[in-house]
């Protein structure tokens, strides 16, 4: 199964290629994406073995996924800003309530 993405980490501000280790914040990425690569494909496993899906069906989601901004580039486009329900005001991605009125709000969980 093939998933588009980028194969080796880039430094933004360099261009160049970061070390296979990596240091500080990065490592850590390193160390929490391997782990949800892991999860994810443990994940996939059990949905595979015990309710019949397969590879085909995962990635034509992932295509989906991918296209809902209308470009095939391996990532979902940032959800632009939305407003509280309640007061209309612009509020924080991930917030789970109005800042500015206190009301409950609904999270998108793979918001970007
Ligand atoms: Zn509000």
Not at 13 to 28: D, F, I, M, N, Q
Not at 49 to 55: I, K, Y
Request: hydrophobic share 35%.
């Amino acid at each position: 199964m093939y998933i588009p993405g980028p194969s080796t980490p880039q430094d933004p501000l360099s261009s160049r290629p970061l070390s296979a280790a990596g240091t500080g914040e990065v490592a850590r990425l390193q160390v929490q994406v391997e782990r949800l690569l892991m999860i994810t494909e443990a994940l996939w496993g059990i949905l595979k073995e015990q309710h019949g899906f397969d590879d085909k069906e995962l990635q034509k989601r992932i295509v989906e996924i991918d296209l809902r901004d209308g470009r095939m580039d391996g990532k979902v486009a940032a959800a632009p800003p939305t407003e509280c329900p309640k007061c209309g005001r612009t509020i924080a991605k991930q917030s789970i309530r109005c800042m500015y009125c206190g009301e409950p709000l609904l999270m998108d969980p793979f918001a970007r």
